[in-house]
């Protein structure tokens, strides 16, 4: 597998997610990501339209891993955090997630920090015993909350030995997302694993393209199609970060 580096205050590894609902569709939308050549892929498993056959989705990650050296990460995001409807209760995600570290080569898996606290501590052991990353995520699609309970729950993160860290949260205004990354350059200096952070919608596109300045380390682009508000597709993005890198 095609090693993936993480480096805080370098250019971010720019990850494309892949929404398809069956096996066709997210090859399909792989066959068109492929050519662009992102740094990482997310396999948004919430859209899959039968998530509750694990077998299924072994053999849905199986293929995507066949067809390209790209590395995997593997999310199912709930709809309290923006997520598609799923079948599955917080019990089911969890095991379907050891299921995927135990059977599959993906790189990393997302779980969400507002799980139940005891299945977000099983989940970290058991992954770390299959050699498999955790980030451990909390997204925010009515606000930003204030800078003390954005950092309390980073720090939460790293506490419950998250190998990443990601928070997206939705901006009211400009001054949200300049205080996003206020708060990321902050804790860049104070933690011991990476983070990502970016503000989602029209007003924070900005952090899409900025935030690695401030410490972000992925920032996530459309490839066929987009998984939250204010993704920009990655040709545009790769232009951004390389023309702002040019002049630092």
Request: proline share 5%; glycine share 4%; net charge neutral.
């Amino acid at each position: 597998m095609r090693c993936i580096k993480i480096d805080q205050y370098k250019k971010p590894q720019i990850c494309i997610p892949l929404t398809g609902k069956n096996l066709e569709e997210n090859k399909e939308q792989l066959r068109l990501i492929i050519p662009k050549d992102p740094d990482m892929l997310e396999l948004r498993a919430d859209f899959l339209s039968n998530l509750s056959d694990s077998h299924y989705i072994i053999k849905v990650i199986k293929s995507i891993l066949d067809m390209t050296d790209i590395p995997l990460l593997f999310t199912i995001r709930s709809t309290r955090e923006g997520g598609e409807p799923i079948s599955l209760d917080d019990l089911g995600v969890m095991n379907l997630l050891k299921t995927v570290c135990a059977e599959t080569n993906i790189f990393m898996i997302d779980y969400e920090l507002e799980s139940n606290p005891k299945y977000v501590k099983e989940l970290v052991a058991y992954a770390k015993t299959q050699n498999k990353k955790v980030v451990l995520s909390y997204h925010n699609f009515k606000e930003t909350p204030m800078n003390e309970e954005l950092i309390e729950k980073v720090l939460a993160m790293e506490k419950n030995n998250a190998d990443h860290a990601k928070i997206a949260v939705m901006p009211n205004n400009q001054a949200d997302v300049f205080r996003l990354l206020e708060v990321t350059y902050k804790l860049t200096s104070e933690l011991s694993i990476p983070l990502t952070t970016m503000s989602m919608g029209e007003i924070g596109k900005i952090s899409r393209a900025l935030g690695w300045i401030y410490g972000s380390n992925i920032t996530f682009a459309v490839g066929a199609k987009s998984s939250a508000p204010g993704q920009i597709e990655i040709e545009p993005l790769r232009k951004s970060i390389d023309a702002i890198k040019y002049v630092i």
